[in-house]
């Protein structure tokens, strides 16, 4: 039995589920399987950090407790190469004691990036053969080709002796996409008539109603789009997503336009995608040098940035500060993306400087030139009819989603639905299933390739001074214990105030109060430290109804 600070208990018998990140956010996925004591992960990635987190661009999710079950984790598997799934692999490679299994693109991802740490081999990366069952101690694993906007996703069958799980991963029903496997309706039908204890499901469209879109209209709307331009065409998509690439090269080749890639990551992912067979080697992509070179008229440029990032190729070229690529009047900017939540001001921001420029900015409001990779309301419904699971557990979006997946599940006759927390840990079976105790959990942030507690003072300080601004007072206290006259105040933004009065009021305050205090107290920089602050806050009270962070450099002599 495990038995820990959190409050977990987990039996040696019995089937249980465990999320780490993914439940009630976007991103950072790890979920975690127990069947009679041997554990399993499936997915290990990261999300993108808000202003709650000033300078940070990543969050990881937080994995100390593997460290607790290293002997007992026989796998980590990667559903598909998106970084919300994966992306969280290299940061951790030095935790990681077990296979990770992945298809042959994800795995050229996950390496890709733990080439850049210098970590390639501290990882055991299997891949993952669609015809071919993962067979451990107490798990059997298979994998049912689903619909994405990357290539090779799956979902996974868990068969244990207690009964069958369907963890979906990102899935949506297109039967006409382009690029590998469809959707395998077949083996989803075939689930259901075995019997499934439980399916752990994506609900990131859930409360999107109807179908979703497929993939082939996206590419009929960019021939039709492109047909319309005489200018120059610069495009902005998810990196990830090859199929939209081959959508955009195909439209731009039926209106005789040349197509450049612009940026590190989409590069990288074209090529994972030509060393797996995923796309043909035929379709090629003139180098960016070639770009400034190619009439307007002939030109399509796919980029990065399409979520506002400030060091992405597209925020680099509205700004006019890329090499090769620039912008004139009358140009075209697609944004063949959504807005990931969160990033919704920097997106409007890139928006409106385009605009300012006399740009012109088509969006997925305007026009068909983005699907989703996530099922809508009647597609989830569907997956519940050919699986008719015994228990439903939402995963995979924020609290409305699950809401919203946890009703289509209970109107599809789905006995049991259960909504849970991250680290919240539920007991499927044997017997109907309960809670079984509460593990802390959290984020990591990353700050160059350094991982830090999301609650680390230097973030909290970060977060104070962009709301209230900072005051910084150097002061020196002569070997006697008095004051040098020579007192420093320096502030970091705070508006324009009168430097001399506040000066003025904090000396006169600090001769009253610095002689009242003990000589004990005179030599402990705590003390005189809380009381410079104290006292120029009640300086600035007069001038700014500000509580600025207060730091203090105190010498002594």
Not at 30 to 36: A, E, I, Q, S, W
Not at 358 to 386: F, P, R
Not at 419 to 437: H, R, S
Request: glycine share 6%.
């Amino acid at each position: 039995m495990i038995e820990n600070q959190n409050s977990l208990n987990i039996s040696s018998e019995g089937i249980y589920f465990l999320s780490l990140g993914g439940i009630g956010e976007i991103g950072a996925n790890c979920y975690l399987y127990c069947c009679d004591d041997k554990w399993i992960m499936i997915d290990l990635g990261l999300s993108f950090a808000d202003e709650k987190f000033p300078g940070i661009d990543l969050l990881l999710p937080k994995i100390d407790f593997i460290e607790s079950i290293s002997q007992k984790l026989e796998a980590i598997i990667i559903s598909h190469g998106h970084e919300d799934h994966s992306g969280a692999v290299a940061y951790f490679a030095d935790k990681i004691d077990c296979p990770v299994y992945a298809t042959g693109f994800a795995r050229s991802l996950i390496e890709n990036r733990l080439k850049e740490f210098g970590f390639l081999d501290k990882i055991n990366i299997i891949t993952i053969e669609n015809d071919k069952d993962i067979k451990l101690n107490n798990f059997n694993l298979s994998f049912i080709s689903t619909s994405h906007s990357i290539p090779e996703p799956h979902a996974i069958l868990i068969k244990t002796k207690y009964g069958n799980l369907l963890h979906t991963a990102d899935w949506k029903i297109d039967f006409n996409s382009a690029i590998g496997a469809q959707i395998n309706q077949e083996q989803f039908e075939k689930i259901g008539n075995e019997g499934l204890l439980a399916l752990i499901g994506d609900s990131t469209n859930a409360d999107v109603p109807g179908y979703s879109k497929s993939e082939s209209e996206v590419r009929e709307e960019l021939i039709k789009i492109f047909s319309r331009y005489n200018n120059r065409i610069v495009i902005t998509c998810f990196s990830s997503n090859i199929e939209r690439m081959e959508s955009i090269f195909i439209a731009a080749k039926k209106n005789n336009r040349k197509v450049a890639l612009v940026g590190r990551s989409m590069k990288k992912t074209i090529t994972a995608a030509i060393e797996n067979n995923i796309i043909d080697k035929d379709i090629s992509f003139i180098t960016e040098d070639e770009a400034s070179l190619i009439p307007k008229e002939n030109l399509v440029v796919i980029c990065t940035g399409s979520q506002g990032e400030k060091r992405s190729a597209l925020f680099r070229i509205a700004y006019n500060s890329h090499n090769n690529i620039y912008l004139e009047e009358n140009d075209l900017v697609i944004f063949s993306s959504k807005d990931i939540p969160g990033n919704e001001k920097a997106i409007n921001n890139l928006k409106n400087l385009l605009y300012a420029q006399n740009v012109e900015v088509i969006t997925a409001d305007d026009d068909l030139v983005h699907v989703s990779g996530h099922g809508y309301a009647e597609e989830i419904k569907k997956m519940y009819q050919w699986t008719r699971p015994y228990i439903s557990i939402p995963v995979h979006g924020e609290a409305k989603h699950l809401f919203a997946h946890s009703q289509l599940a209970q109107a599809s006759q789905v006995p049991i639905t259960r909504i849970l927390d991250n680290g919240k840990c539920i007991k499927l079976a044997p017997e109907n299933p309960k809670i079984c105790g509460f593990l802390n959990t959290g984020k990591l942030i990353v700050e160059g390739k350094n991982l830090y507690d999301s609650e680390s003072n230097f973030i909290k300080d970060r977060r104070k001074i962009s709301f209230e601004g900072m005051i910084l007072i150097s002061i020196i206290i002569n070997a006697d214990l008095s004051i040098n006259n020579k007192i420093m105040i320096t502030s970091k933004g705070l508006p324009d105030y009168d430097e001399r009065l506040l000066e003025n009021d904090f000396k006169e305050l600090l001769v009253q109060e610095y002689t009242k205090i003990s000589d004990n107290q005179k030599n402990s920089n705590e003390i005189v430290s809380n009381l410079l602050k104290k006292l120029i806050r009640q300086s600035l009270k007069s001038q700014l109804f500000k509580k600025p962070d207060v730091k203090s450099h105190i010498i002594r002599l």
